[in-house]
């Protein structure tokens, strides 16, 4: 019995909204980096106060959010192309929302602690 009841196509949809949206945010982190001169805006200073601006730390979230999705469904993906059963599909499937999981929350405790919340 499949752990998720969303059909491939149902997920391969999900992967292209995360590529796009995933592409469109981080364009806007760039477009935040072409605010100032790139040099400039590296300085520690600079970066540290980025954190402080609740857009950008909005943005740095999304970013990983959609990143982290988008790239372990693409390895799932990968990894259900090497074999073909039931067994293997639910515990890649498990194993790959858990490590997704565990990287969105490490980051997001991360951008907390940058932003002092």
Avoid: D
């Amino acid at each position: 019995m499949p752990l998720l009841k969303l059909r491939e196509s149902q997920i391969m949809k999900i992967q292209y909204l995360t590529g796009i949206c995933a592409v469109f945010f981080v364009a806007i982190h760039i477009l935040f980096r072409l605010i100032m001169p790139f040099g400039q805006s590296l300085e520690f200073h600079n970066v540290v106060a980025n954190y402080h601006n609740i857009y950008y730390v909005i943005l740095l979230e999304l970013i990983l959010v959609f990143i982290s999705i988008h790239g372990f469904n693409g390895l799932r993906v990968i990894l259900l192309e090497l074999k073909q059963n039931q067994w293997w599909e639910s515990t890649i499937t498990i194993l790959v929302l858990a490590a997704m999981i565990g990287v969105i929350i490490y980051g997001t405790r991360t951008i907390i602690i940058g932003s002092q919340l």
